[in-house]
């Protein structure tokens, strides 16, 4: 077994060096703290991958009613894809499609806080949460809950999009 000291071996016949400190001093708590030279770089809020499409909310909710509701559907895979692929985080377009099959009723909340989320990485204050998904239950008792949902909720991500360029 090798004995393993904090010194380096060096070529024959030279002196013994003790390997680069890093540059970090102690803080009042005695926890190091890293030295104002020190060249760390901060990590981005997110992976910024492509930029999500801009959609017009009003033919959104046109092709929904004229398609008998598919185009929701439609509309919950290709924003949670998009999502996913600009953020890394969230759900993705495929489970988005089983859960609005299966347990639709989550999607309102579970869209609102994914598109409140992407607002908060970017460091801006969340438009939207899921708490928005209220309108959409039980507000569908009053019926233009659902449409104060997605209007609130689409004009969010809408804005998120064209921050970072969309048209």
């Not at 926890?31 to 909310?57: D, I, L």
């Not at 989550?106 to 204050?125: D, I, K, Q, Y």
């Not at 209220?134 to 233009?144: Q, S």
């Amino acid at each position: 077994m090798s004995d393993q000291s904090p010194l380096t071996a060096a070529p024959t016949g030279a002196p013994l060096t003790a390997p680069p400190q890093p540059a970090v001093e102690p803080t009042a708590t005695g926890m190091p703290m890293a030295h104002p030279t020190s060249t760390a770089q901060p990590t981005p809020a997110y992976a910024a991958g492509p930029v999500g499409k801009v959609r017009s909310t009003g033919t959104c909710i046109l092709l929904a009613v004229v398609t008998l509701g598919i185009y929701s559907i439609v509309w919950f895979y290709k924003t949670h894809s998009e999502m996913k692929a600009h953020s890394g985080n969230g759900i993705g377009g495929g489970l988005a499609i089983v859960l609005t099959l299966f347990v639709g009723i989550v999607m309102p909340f579970l869209t609102s806080s994914e598109v409140g989320n992407l607002h908060r990485r970017a460091g801006r204050a969340a438009p939207v949460s899921g708490a928005t998904g209220l309108w959409y239950f039980p507000g569908t008792f009053i019926l233009v809950g659902p449409i104060v949902w997605f209007v609130k909720t689409n004009s969010a991500l809408n804005d998120h999009w064209r921050s970072l360029g969309a048209a």
